[in-house]
Each structure stands twice: as C-alpha cells, then as structure tokens.
C-alpha cells in the first residue's frame, strides 16, 4: 500500500494458536484498497491419531487492523 513505509513488527497480530505443532508456508496477498488475505499450513496434533497437516486462512479489510476468523480450506480437514 506505501511501499513498506509504515510496515512495523512491534505489534505482531497472532491469527493461529491451539493444537499445531508447527505452522509453515505462509502466503500473503494484498491490493491497493487494503485488503489482505493469509493462508498457511499448519501440522496439527489429532488427538490420538498421530499428527495431520491443514491449510487456514485469514482476511483483512482494513489494511490488517483486524481479521476475520480463521477459515479451514482443505476439504476433508474435520473427517482425518
């Protein structure tokens, strides 16, 4: 939006905590009117079924200021 000029890591907003074991790759895309969208992976602990990998994602209409709650994207992620 201006060029990183007023990026700032002082206050780092969290979108996923809970049961993951790791969270990785993550994508970030944004436009010119603000609005931004996340995605990641996530391994997550399957209680007593070993461990699963998921794909989230969050958005933002208000250049990050707050976020939706968080969106599962596979298919299947609640049956494994």
Same mark, same amino acid.
């Given at each position: 939006?201006?060029?990183? +000029?007023?990026?700032?890591?002082?206050?780092?907003?969290?979108?996923?905590?809970?049961?993951?074991?790791?969270?990785? /790759?993550?994508? /970030? +895309?944004?436009?010119?009117?603000?609005?931004?969208?996340?995605?990641?992976?996530?391994? /997550?602990?399957?209680?007593?079924?070993?461990?699963?990998?998921?794909?989230?994602?969050?958005?933002?209409?208000?250049?990050?200021?707050?976020?939706?709650? /968080?969106?599962?994207?596979?298919?299947? +992620?609640?049956?494994?």
């Amino acid at each position: 939006v201006d060029a990183g +000029a007023t990026f700032t890591t002082s206050s780092p907003v969290i979108l996923h905590s809970g049961n993951q074991l790791q969270t990785f /790759i993550p994508h /970030i +895309a944004y436009d010119s009117f603000g609005r931004f969208v996340v995605m990641w992976t996530s391994q /997550i602990a399957d209680l007593g079924k070993g461990t699963d990998f998921d794909l989230f994602s969050a958005f933002s209409v208000n250049n990050g200021q707050t976020w939706s709650s /968080i969106s599962l994207i596979n298919s299947g +992620a609640t049956q494994d």
